[in-house]
């Protein structure tokens, strides 16, 4: 099956700084990618719908100028936490729908556990 | 908003013993359906899928129910295994090219053996 990879899979920053978490699909274009969030005990909820070579689409109450993304090419998604807090310490995953869409499953990378210290 | 949502936080099993999971969805412009599960630390993974212009599919193993009428999904799970152990999602997705899954709370299964 398709294979989308996260890296990095966990990191500890200091409450200021700024991580970058990049997405890539590995065997299948990807026009489309999203970025999830979740909390412990939680479901998955959307941050983000990230279109390639366009500005990504933010769910309400999600700050763009924080969580910033950049869909450069078709296998490529990244997510930059900026200034970041221990309040955005949690599990960040990204998704891709192959570029067919309609009716097709989406792939999940295997998530960034971020520790904002 | 509309959303999916399941109907028990938890469940607990024995090994050997069937599972059933349960979902109920509001969304009715979704056609698509989605079970995933998810270990510790880990993203989802994709188990089985369905249309809405089926009531029934089976994989290995797995059986996901679709009843358009109540708008109500479940997944069940034969003879259920300790690595079977893990938080279940079900997910729509809208008939609309470049949306997102949506997803329910989760359900935890433990199975014990």
């Known amino acids: 099956g398709a294979v989308v990879s996260q890296h990095p899979s966990w990191v500890i920053c200091k409450s200021g700084t700024s991580v970058k978490i990049e997405c890539r699909s590995l065997?299948?274009?990807?026009?489309?990618m999203f970025w999830y969030r979740q909390f412990p005990k939680q479901s998955l909820m959307l941050m983000a719908t990230?279109?390639?070579?366009?500005?990504?689409?933010?769910e309400q109450g999600v700050e763009k100028d924080k969580f910033l993304i950049n869909h450069a090419s078709l296998t490529l998604s990244t997510l930059t936490v900026t200034s970041a807090h221990p309040e955005d310490s949690s599990f960040y995953i990204c998704?891709?729908?192959?570029?067919?869409?309609?009716?097709?499953?989406?792939?999940f990378g295997q998530g960034t556990r971020l520790t904002v210290v | 908003g509309e959303s999916v949502g399941l109907h028990l936080p938890t469940l607990s099993v024995q090994e050997g013993d069937n599972s059933i999971i349960n979902c109920a969805y509001s969304?009715?412009?979704?056609?698509?359906f989605i079970w995933y599960k998810q270990e510790s630390g880990k993203g989802p993974q994709f188990i089985i899928d369905?249309?809405?212009?089926?009531d029934k599919r089976q994989g290995q193993r797995v059986t996901v129910l679709l009843n358009k009428t109540v708008k109500h999904l479940s997944l069940q799970i034969a003879a259920t295994q300790p690595g079977d152990s893990a938080v279940y999602f079900c997910?729509?997705?809208?008939?609309?090219?470049?949306?997102?899954?949506?997803f329910g709370k989760g359900t935890t299964l433990s199975v014990s053996s």
């Open positions: 998704s891709a729908r192959d570029r067919a869409g309609l009716g097709t499953e989406a792939f």
């Open positions: 969304n009715s412009a979704s056609d698509y």
């Open positions: 997910a729509e997705i809208p008939n609309q090219a470049g949306t997102a899954l949506i």
């Open positions: 990230s279109n390639e070579g366009s500005k990504a689409t933010y």
């Open positions: 369905i249309r809405s212009n089926m």
């Open positions: 065997d299948f274009q990807a026009t489309t």
